[in-house]
């Protein structure tokens, strides 16, 4: 099982600022990994997928980079609606597995 | 619009079992590769349970094996999971969610959840 570890667990930042959310894989994962944005109450929503795309409505300031084992969602300028948490999901190999979320706050 | 709504949820003693639905509107289930995804109360997003989009191949995590059953009624366009051997560390929101046609295995449409709780 590719176990999938974030860090920080908590980002405490302000709007405007830069976030920047690490996921990094127990084994290489190539291209297939995805980020997830969940507010309270709330079911997640797809951000990125194969590490760099943006899905549908997705706002430019989302980015995803990475490779292999080490991955990074970037939000260049946080908008007060981006203080969520944030996982990230691989593909690559069944379990399909989620990392343990990032919480962005305030 | 895509829609998904889970039902089914609700409070089954330990040992028991239950059966959760989610209904699909919007596309068709028939040619849909979906997913279970829990989330137990205060923590992160575990994947249970894929069936391919023919229905041919159905996945389960570890956890689950043996106990849980994904299946589909394509005429009712609705998704299922039928959990047995219900046990306290099950109890979560459980979301159906539809897989990616861009890419598979990633989730771009996910249901409200429904909450599942295993109690005596």
């Known amino acids: 099982e590719v176990v999938l570890t974030q860090s920080p667990a908590t980002l405490s930042l302000s709007p405007g600022e830069s976030a920047a959310l690490s996921c990094r894989a127990s084994?290489?994962?190539?291209?297939?990994l995805a980020w997830y944005q969940q507010k309270p109450g709330q079911a997640p929503r797809l951000l990125i997928y194969?590490?760099?795309k943006r899905a549908t409505g997705i706002p430019a300031r989302f980015s995803g980079s990475g490779s292999g084992t080490d991955f990074t969602l970037t939000i260049s300028y946080l908008e007060p609606e981006d203080f969520a948490v944030y996982y990230c999901?691989?593909?690559?190999?069944?379990?399909?597995?989620f990392g343990g979320g990032t919480k962005v706050e305030l | 619009e895509v829609q998904l709504l889970e039902s089914g949820g609700g409070l089954v003693q330990p040992g028991g079992s239950l059966r959760i639905s989610c209904a699909a509107s919007?596309?068709?289930?028939?040619?849909?590769?979906m997913s279970w995804v829990r989330q137990a109360p205060g923590k992160g997003l575990e994947w249970v349970s894929s069936?391919?989009?023919?229905?041919?191949?159905?996945y389960y995590a570890d956890s689950v094996k043996g106990r849980f059953t994904i299946s589909r009624d394509t005429s009712k366009n609705t998704l299922y999971l039928q959990m047995h051997s219900l046990r306290a560390d099950d109890t979560a929101v459980y979301y159906c969610?539809?897989?990616?046609?861009?890419?598979?295995?990633?989730?771009?449409?996910w249901g409200q959840g429904t909450l599942v709780t295993v109690s005596s």
């Open positions: 084994q290489g994962v190539t291209c297939c």
């Open positions: 069936i391919n989009d023919n229905g041919a191949y159905t």
């Open positions: 999901q691989q593909r690559s190999s069944w379990p399909l597995t």
């Open positions: 919007g596309f068709t289930l028939a040619s849909s590769a």
């Open positions: 194969d590490t760099l």
């Open positions: 969610a539809k897989e990616s046609v861009r890419a598979t295995h990633y989730f771009d449409y």
